[in-house]
T-cell receptor
Framework: SAVISQKPSRDICQRGTSLTIQCQVD?????MFWYRQQPGQSLTLIAT?????????ESGFVIDKFPISRPNLTFSTLTVSNMSPEDSSIYLC??????????FGNGTRLTVT | GENVEQHPSTLSVQEGDSAVIKCTYS??????FPWYKQELGKRPQLIID?????GEKKDQRIAVTLNKTAKHFSLHITETQPEDSAVYFC???????????FGTGTSLTVIP
């Protein structure tokens, strides 16, 4: 399975600032996804990162708040913009599709103060 | 999009007993159903999966069953051990969008 490197692993940020999370995969993959996992909760899909085009966002998530880049088939970034304490969560990069299982990076634990 | 429901939210069993977790899904186009185990502070890890052309799959103490007509699938863990204690998530994926949607999770505690 693909090796997924995600950074930073954790960060503490001030309200109103932005944080960019990076995700690097050791092989080319078609599908990359960003999930959010709030404390004690399930995994919620934020968006599908599409290579060469705009990300596809799930209901309740918008590009202005969570801009995503996917410049090539091995790399993606998720930015959490204008953060508030409600954005405190674990953000997970993942790769997979209907022909292969979803695998996750180690996650980024974000705390907004 | 897909809606995946999972029950129960918490489950406690005695060591050696069986544990069953059930999920339902809404999108009839979903055709791939993985199960994940997440230990505290760690990323979710795949433990077993099943495709829609199969009704049951087994891997040692873990088995998964799928009823496509009723749109539900279940995880069965036999001879539970304390190290099985974790949160388990079901998921559903279709080959139209390739997105994975997760159930709400089941916190399993195996009592020694």
């Amino acid at each position: 399975s693909a090796v997924i490197s995600q950074k930073p692993s954790r960060d503490i940020c001030q309200r109103g600032t932005s944080l960019t999370i990076q995700c690097q995969v050791d092989s080319q993959v078609t599908m990359m996804f960003w999930y959010r996992q709030q404390p004690g909760q399930s995994l919620t899909l934020i968006a599908t990162a599409n290579q060469g085009s705009e990300a596809t966002y799930e209901s309740g998530f918008v590009i202005d708040k969570f801009p995503i880049s996917r410049p090539n088939l091995t790399f993606s970034t998720l930015t959490v913009s204008n953060m508030s304490p409600e954005d405190s969560s674990i953000y997970l990069c993942s790769v997979g599709d209907s022909n292969s299982p979803l695998h996750f990076g180690n996650g980024t634990r974000l705390t907004v103060t | 999009g897909e809606n995946v429901e999972q029950h129960p939210s918490t489950l406690s069993v005695q060591e050696g007993d069986s544990a069953v977790i059930k999920c339902t899904y809404s999108d009839s186009a979903s055709n791939y159903f993985p199960w994940y185990k997440q230990e505290l502070g760690k990323r979710p890890q795949l433990i077993i999966d099943i495709r829609s052309n199969v009704g049951e799959k087994k891997d040692q103490r873990i088995a998964v069953t799928l009823n496509k007509t009723a749109k539900h699938f279940s995880l069965h863990i036999t001879e539970t051990q304390p190290e099985d204690s974790a949160v388990y998530f079901c998921a559903a994926c279709s080959n139209t969008g390739n997105q994975f949607y997760f159930g709400t999770g089941t916190s399993l505690t195996v009592i020694p």
